[in-house]
């Protein structure tokens, strides 16, 4: 008999729409012959269903008008699977693995790995610990520091305080900073700004996505990608850079690369490559990462090679950075899907 496999999408967070386009990619390259896509979304309010409907649906988000029933992971792990509801009757239905293609809060960030772990549903991706760790900036960067790689000056701000305030906070960094959201993703929330006028706003800025604040310095460089998939054996794939022409790689250059250019593989030499997926492998070891993840990474103008972050669910569209990495070594898009699954199910 076929696996059956979940792939969770949409969720409360910011990145619901990023999540659909993800999701639409890897529902479609799964093998069908192989394996049984179960496909289960959050809406942005946190209603779960099961959708029976056309990928075409989710991707251009008109899938809680199609065929759609209330559904739910259940934390019963003698069930395995997800409690269903529907026409006043309720059903529960086995699993093998869940794939959740989910980004940012209530997704990525340990929230629906800990839900998998207490249903007993093994999870394509990085578990409870690594997602949490990687998903807030500032405990990430002190983890990154402790094993000696370097990382941008920055400090936590937890509250707005007064323009007086903020001033004495930021007094031990140097402009430009970054103003960053703690726990969001896809660049939401954040602002390159490069003096002190431009603080305030920016800090407000931030703190409509969040309730905790990262004031970083910026790096005289440019960033670099790291796409890592296995637990055990790593992987590794073609590093690129981000190629910016102005300001830095906001949520427009992300998805639109309207002035900017990503470079695969990036323009640096062989031994400067090999020292970046060393670095990156280190840190993936150290969060304790599984499945796959992509390690972002700045590298200074004096080649210092500095930690950004870590995405433990990154974009996953067949032009999305990580895939292209992953392609530089071989692996189509298809290839990779079934890979991440396989590498999961394969003792089940």
Request: charged letters at 25%; glycine letters at 8%.
């Amino acid at each position: 008999m076929k696996k059956k496999i979940v792939v969770l999408f949409g969720g409360e967070s910011s990145e619901y729409s990023v999540s659909l386009q993800s999701a639409s990619a890897v529902i479609r390259a799964i093998d069908t012959e192989k394996y049984e896509p179960v496909l289960i979304g959050i809406t942005k309010k946190g209603q779960w269903f099961h959708f029976r409907g056309e990928v075409e649906q989710i991707e251009n988000d008109t899938w809680q008008q199609g065929d759609i029933t209330t559904a739910f992971l259940l934390p019963d792990s003698s069930i395995h699977g997800f409690m269903e509801v529907k026409d006043q009757s309720v059903s529960t239905h086995r699993v093998d693995a869940a794939f959740p293609v989910l980004h940012g809060k209530n997704g990525e960030d340990g929230t629906i790995q800990g839900l998998l772990q207490l249903a007993g549903i093994p999870c394509i991706g990085c578990g409870i610990l690594s997602s949490a760790l990687c998903m807030d900036k500032d405990l990430a960067h002190k983890i990154a520091a402790s094993i000696g790689v370097k990382v941008p000056r920055s400090i936590k701000i937890n509250r707005i305080g007064t323009k007086d305030q903020i001033k004495e906070w930021v007094k031990s960094l140097s402009y430009p900073l970054f103003v960053k959201p703690v726990h969001a993703g896809s660049s939401f929330g954040i602002t390159r700004i490069e003096e002190e006028t431009d603080l305030l706003k920016a800090v407000a800025y931030a703190f409509a996505y969040d309730t905790e604040v990262v004031l970083e310095e910026a790096v005289d460089g440019f960033e670099v990608g790291c796409a890592i998939m296995g637990k055990e054996k790593l992987i590794v794939g073609e590093i690129d850079e981000i190629e910016l022409s102005s300001g830095f790689f906001d949520f427009t250059e992300k998805y639109t690369l309207k002035t900017s250019k990503i470079h695969m593989p990036a323009r640096i030499t062989e031994e400067m490559a090999k020292r970046i997926k060393e670095t990156a492998c280190q840190i993936y070891r150290t969060f304790g990462c599984s499945g796959f993840a992509r390690v972002d990474l700045f590298l200074s103008k004096k080649d210092e090679i500095y930690f950004n972050e870590i995405n433990t669910i990154p974009g996953f569209t067949s032009h999305s950075r990580f895939p292209n990495m992953m392609k530089g070594i071989g692996y189509s898009f298809e290839k990779l899907v079934m890979e991440l699954i396989e590498q999961e199910v394969e003792n089940i």
